[in-house]
């Protein structure tokens, strides 16, 4: 699987960004997508996951309430609407597959288990 992660940028703070995430997989039916960052010198975190069937969610609660994660089926894409942005949501982020998803929401913020990882787009936060 491969993953092509775009829509980063510069944004003042309150403004919004939509991030996408392609996947090159003829299924992600058993797959999580999530999307995790990585600020300057600091470790990369979880920001938001989703199972790709039914779609269920969880979030970082830095970010519970101002991102939503999506995903088109039949785009094998997952997005992040970033709203009400921070200065501190300035990060790398990067697209990631668990094609071993356990079905647990509880999972979808365990790094360890993302296996294929886009290559990261930057996301700059003004104040």
């Known amino acids: 699987v491969q993953l092509q992660a775009s829509g980063g940028g510069l944004v003042q703070a309150g403004g919004s960004l939509r991030l996408s995430c392609a996947a090159s ?5 058993w797959h999580a997508m999530a999307w995790f960052r990585q600020a300057p ?15 269920r969610t969880n979030y970082a609660n830095s970010v519970r309430g101002r ?3 999506s995903r088109d089926v039949a785009k ?4 992040l609407q970033m709203n009400s942005l921070k200065p501190e949501d ?20 365990i790094e360890s288990t993302y296996i294929y990882w886009g290559q990261g787009t930057l ?5």
């Open 25 to 29: 997989a003829r299924t992600l039916n």
């Open 76 to 79: 094998n894409t997952v997005y």
């Open 90 to 109: 300035t990060a790398v982020y990067y697209c990631a597959s668990d094609p071993n998803y356990s079905g647990s929401i509880s999972s979808l913020p």
């Open 41 to 55: 010198g600091k470790e990369r975190d979880f920001v938001a996951g989703v199972s790709w069937s039914g779609g």
């Open 67 to 69: 991102f939503v994660i």
């Open 123 to 127: 996301v700059t936060v003004s104040s």
